[in-house]
T-cell receptor, first 112, second 114 residues
Framework: LAKTTQPISMDSYEGQEVNITCSHN???????ITWYQQFPSQGPRFIIQ???TKVTNEVASLFIPADRKSSTLSLPRVSLSDTAVYYC?????????????FGKGTMLLVSP | DAGITQSPRHKVTETGTPVTLRCHQT?????MYWYRQDPGHGLRLIHY???????DKGEVSDGYSVSRSKTEDFLLTLESATSSQTSVYFC?????????????FGPGTRLTVL
């Protein structure tokens, strides 16, 4: 699976938009990009997944440039409850994904 | 809600004792996974299953065994627990998500080996 690189931590304030960028230079043609959120003492929670361009759901947006070597998770108007660790993963979306390799993720701290 | 439960949620045991953790799903998905999470290491795959009686090793399988005798249950066994196996254990299932698949995680089991 392609390796990902993301910032170790980020700080923000309530109401701001937060963008977390993930690098995945050796992403393969069949790989999808998936983001998870994890709160303390809970399992990771699926946020969003995409292959190219832009994907939006009720929680976040995912921007993927044409070369797909990076992706950006965008959280609009964060609140204190968005404080969590965010993981970026790449892998085969519909046939592989037999295993997922989690990195250390990005610790997002939202302050009042 | 991905319909995944784990039991027990917390367990304290002594070195050398056998321990079995259970993951139960209600949706009959084919793929199930066991991870452990430790500070500084993120989540690491222990074993996974791609069907009844079909399992394979992950990144950190030493000291662990698994069994899947029916679709809904995936058991993780520590034959002789060691202090290095103190961790939080997460089970996951793989299910369709839009045009592809993704993994959904259970609530976790906190295991302490004294």
């Amino acid at each position: 699976l392609a390796k990902t690189t993301q910032p170790i931590s980020m700080d923000s304030y309530e109401g701001q938009e937060v963008n977390i960028t993930c690098s995945h230079n050796n992403i393969a043609t069949n790989d999808y990009i998936t983001w998870y959120q994890q709160f303390p003492s809970q399992g990771p929670r699926f946020i969003i997944q995409g292959y190219k361009t832009k994907v939006t759901n009720e929680v976040a947006s995912l921007f993927i440039p044409a070369d797909r070597k990076s992706s950006t998770l965008s959280l609009p108007r964060v609140s204190l409850s968005d404080t969590a660790v965010y993981y970026c993963l790449v892998g085969e979306g519909n046939s592989g994904y037999s295993t997922l390799t989690f990195g250390k993720g990005t610790m997002l701290l939202v302050s009042p | 809600d991905a319909g995944i439960t784990q039991s027990p949620r917390h367990k304290v045991t002594e070195t050398g004792t056998p321990v079995t953790l259970r993951c139960h799903q209600t949706e009959n998905h084919r793929y199930m996974y066991w991870y452990r999470q430790d500070p500084g290491h993120g989540l690491r795959l222990i074993h996974y299953s791609y069907g009844v009686k079909d399992t394979d090793k992950g990144e950190v399988s030493d000291g662990y065994s698994v069994s899947r005798s029916k679709t809904e249950d995936f058991l993780l066994t520590l034959e002789s627990a060691t202090s290095s196996q103190t961790s939080v254990y997460f089970c996951a299932i793989r299910k369709p998500s839009g045009t592809t698949d993704t993994q959904y995680f259970g609530p976790g089991t906190r295991l302490t080996v004294l």
